[in-house]
């Protein structure tokens, strides 16, 4: 079964062709990644919902992006880094500030506070503690806003351990280590 191999169009089920094609349209390619979780179409038509999905919640595109950095960096997942990293600049980050958010150090509360939170959710299976939560809310956010959070955490989480999983080639630039 090993090493995984990035499938073509061809090689992939009808419900992810049509995945495959909005990607190829959209963005231009079919990101490696998501071709691959692509042999199984439940599994790509699954997380691509859900991922859109996601896209509706509390934080916006810009702050989705640097949570996405954060949750890569912590699970350790160098596809995601690279993609989210592109997507983050395209959302007005600056690459300092990106290199900051993934290490922990951004000036910002509300990113020490979100990377505490991320950090904490990834380290101990889900579990926050009440101060982190107080911190939280104290910033402006109210539980719609934590539950959104998780979601985040979740959704980056899958790509960032199929990734881990499957170690298929990296098709955006390299993002910067911290």
């Known amino acids: ?95 300092e500030d990106t290199l900051a958010i993934r290490a922990g150090n951004h000036p910002d509360k509300k990113w020490q506070v979100i990377y505490a939170i991320v950090r904490s959710v990834i380290e101990n299976k889900g579990e926050v503690a009440d101060a982190l939560l107080r911190d939280f809310s104290a910033l402006g956010y109210n539980d719609a806003a934590i539950m959104d959070l998780f979601v985040l955490i979740n959704v980056m989480s899958f790509t960032n351990y199929v990734y881990r999983l499957i170690k298929v080639p990296i098709d955006y630039p390299s993002a910067k280590p911290v």
Not at 17 to 34: A, H, I, R, T
Not at 43 to 70: C, P
């Open 1 to 95: 079964m090993l090493p995984f191999v990035v499938p073509s169009r061809d090689q992939l089920a009808p419900e992810a062709q049509v995945l495959y094609d909005q990607f190829q349209q959209s963005g231009g390619k079919m990101p490696n990644l998501y071709a691959t979780i692509g042999y199984s179409a439940n599994a790509l038509v699954t997380y691509v919902q859900y991922s859109r999905g996601q896209a509706k919640n509390t934080f916006h595109v810009r702050d989705r992006e640097g949570i996405f950095l954060i949750v890569s960096q912590l699970n350790g997942c160098e596809y995601c880094l690279a993609s989210h990293t592109a997507s983050a600049l395209k959302a007005g980050w600056k690459e």
